[in-house]
T-cell receptor
Framework: GQSLEQPSEVTAVEGAIVQINCTYQ??????LSWYQQHDGGAPTFLSY??LDGLEETGRFSSFLSRSDSYGYLLLQELQMKDSASYFC??????????WGAGTKLIIKP | NAGVTQTPKFQVLKTGQSMTLQCAQD?????MSWYRQDPGMGLRLIHY???????DQGEVPNGYNVSRSTTEDFPLRLLSAAPSQTSVYFC????????????FGPGTRLLVL
């Protein structure tokens, strides 16, 4: 079967750095994406990794290691508005997105 | 641009009723899809379309029908609602099937009694 594993909840302090990990087991792999979803809202696209390495977009970075079937999202200089759920998603051999269950990020002042 | 719009925002149905969830986008995107999101779970693909006149099944298509007569609209029909279909439904669109940036509508919260 296909599965993506990510922690259900992560807690961090405002201004700190937090890493959200994602491991995947899918039939085929065409890239790892990250989405942010605030409570009651719609998912919004954050980043994409098609190849190994680090992608940086402002305070957010995403990393991929295809040999380890592993990636992470790194959030720096945390702000209260970053409190949300973060989802990793893998595009499989059918070119469809398979989603993880999401990581709830709790930020404390 | 309105982006991706969905109606209604909320809906309560009785078991056995049918209804259509509307989705429209004004970005001229070829690829559109429907997901459902249950508490504590990620999104699961119901149906998708790679262009007008073309639709295909996703991971959880049973109990749902779709059609794509225009590029802009992609309605999702519940044929005979069941309590297991209580969920939040999101419509999404992107330029192409392989385009990584998907744009999501605000969602429809459906309760089936």
């Amino acid at each position: 079967g296909q599965s993506l594993e990510q922690p259900s909840e992560v807690t961090a302090v405002e201004g700190a750095i937090v890493q959200i990990n994602c491991t995947y087991q899918t039939s085929g792999f065409y890239g790892l994406s990250w989405y942010q979803q605030h409570d009651g809202g719609a998912p919004t696209f954050l980043s994409y990794n098609g190849l190994d390495g680090l992608e940086e977009t402002g305070r957010f970075s995403s990393f991929l290691s295809r040999s380890d079937s592993y990636g992470y999202l790194l959030l720096q200089e945390l702000q209260m508005k970053d409190s949300a759920s973060y989802f990793c998603a893998v595009r499989d051999s059918n070119y469809q997105l398979i989603w993880g269950a999401g990581t709830k990020l709790i930020i404390k002042p | 641009n309105a982006g991706v719009t969905q109606t209604p925002k909320f809906q309560v149905l009785k078991t056995g009723q049918s209804m259509t969830l509307q989705c429209a986008q004004d970005m001229n995107h070829e690829y559109m899809s429907w997901y459902r999101q249950d508490p504590g779970m990620g999104l699961r693909l119901i149906h998708y379309s790679v262009g007008a006149g073309i639709t295909d099944q996703g991971e959880v298509p049973n109990g749902y029908n779709v059609s794509r007569s225009t590029t802009e609209d992609f309605p999702l029909r519940l044929l005979s609602a069941a309590p297991s279909q209580t969920s939040v439904y999101f419509c999404a669109s992107s330029y192409g099937q392989g385009t990584e940036t998907q744009y999501f509508g605000p969602g429809t919260r459906l309760l089936v009694l």
